[in-house]
Each structure stands twice: as structure tokens, then as C-alpha cells.
């Protein structure tokens, strides 16, 4: 196969070519790094150790700087008291679930009083309503 193989311009001797079982790229493709918010995610989730009232109590990175924050606030930090204000603003306002409101159910009809609510109602969209009929 060698004889009838040229040598030249993008054509390698055999010597030279990839070997079979080795890769071009031993060491492959560099890894993607992290973003920001994922390293920090990390950092924050890390969990630490706090003496609270004399007691050891375990928490993440992340609640350990709210309580910080939280503590400086109340010794009248304005700066501190302002981040957790703006902290707490953000997560209210994303935490509330869905549209709310009130469903408001009349008292129970008699079918005679049903049927006639419905055809006063439908009455405003023909257009043809009598005012002695409306309550």
C-alpha cells in the first residue's frame, strides 16, 4: 500500500501518521470553565460552623453572610439595613405564587331566581333590557 501512496502536501508518510489506539489530541479538549454565578453558587452552598447562644449550629456560606448582614442591621448599620431591605424587596416580589384574588359565591338561588338573574344578564347583551325587570 506504501508503493502506490504519495508523499507530499497534506499526505504524511506512514511513519508520521496517527498510530492506531493514539489520538491526535492526547489530552483532548480543554474543560469550559465556570461562570461566575456557578463558582459563586458553589462558594456560597459550602457550609460552615457558628456558635449561636452557645450552641455549634451548622449553616451555608451564603446564610451565614444574611445573618451577618442581619446582625449589623440591628446594631443600626443604615447600609446593611438597606441590603437586606433590597434583598428582601427582590425575593417577595419573585416568590409570590401566581395571580391571587378573591372568588366571591352569592348566597344559594331558587331556580326561578337563577333563571331570571341569567336572563337579565343575557338581557344587557341583546341590548333590550326593560328597566322594571332589573332589581
Known amino acids: 500500500m506504501t508503493g502506490d501512496y504519495k508523499v507530499g502536501y497534506k499526505k504524511p508518510p506512514p511513519s508520521h501518521r496517527f498510530q492506531p489506539g493514539k489520538s491526535g489530541n492526547p489530552k483532548g479538549r480543554p474543560k ?30 451564603g446564610e451565614a453572610m444574611l445573618l451577618a448582614q442581619t446582625h449589623k442591621a440591628m446594631k443600626g448599620d443604615t447600609r446593611a439595613f438597606e441590603a437586606i431591605l433590597k434583598l428582601e424587596t427582590k425575593t417577595a416580589s419573585s416568590s409570590a405564587s401566581g395571580p391571587t384574588g378573591v372568588l366571591v ?13 341569567v336572563e337579565q344578564h343575557q338581557a344587557k347583551f341583546r341590548g333590550n333590557i326593560n328597566n322594571e325587570d332589573v332589581a
Open 32 to 61: 469550559k470553565s465556570k461562570n461566575l454565578g456557578a463558582l459563586l453558587a458553589g462558594i456560597l452552598e459550602e457550609t460552615i460552623t457558628l456558635r449561636e447562644d452557645g450552641a455549634m449550629r451548622t449553616v451555608s456560606k
Open 105 to 117: 359565591v352569592p348566597g344559594p338561588l331558587t331556580e326561578e331566581e337563577w333563571e331570571k338573574r
